[in-house]
Nanobody, 120 residues
Framework: QVQLVESGGGLAQPGGSLRLSCAAS????????MGWYRQAPGKQRELVAD??????NYADSVKDRFTISRDNAKNTVDLQMNSLQPEDTAVYYC???????????????WGQGTQVTVSA
């Protein structure tokens, strides 16, 4: 059973910073793409950033403010969020495409979510 556990959410002031971390645990052969999504109240879940093979992809709304990084040896992915704005308020979810065995299928796994609130 693969679990993704997020940490680091909380309250930040506009212009402030937060860092989210996510660790994957369980019997894992490899992880392909890892990323962060968010869902604000009344809105659909949207991609914030993901990283695969060292290449990162960002939503236009967070480019130049957020940075995603990954440690393949530890199966972790972090999201450094700077210059936070109220519109960044959402529940942030970690996502990973996990392979459990050599040549096995890819499973899409999600964390439980962590709340990020940006408010003065």
């Amino acid at each position: 059973q693969v679990q993704l556990v997020e940490s680091g959410g909380g309250l930040a002031q506009p212009g402030g910073s937060l860092r989210l971390s996510c660790a994957a645990s369980g019997i894992i052969f490899s992880i392909r793409t890892m990323g962060w999504y968010r869902q604000a109240p009344g809105k659909q879940r949207e991609l914030v950033a993901d990283i695969s093979g060292g290449s990162a992809n960002y939503a236009d709304s967070v480019k130049d403010r957020f940075t995603i990084s990954r440690d393949n040896a530890k199966n972790t992915v972090d999201l450094q969020m700077n210059s936070l704005q109220p519109e960044d308020t959402a529940v942030y979810y970690c996502n990973a495409d996990v392979v459990l065995t050599n040549r096995g299928p890819v499973y899409d796994r999600w964390g439980q979510g962590t709340q990020v609130t940006v408010s003065a």
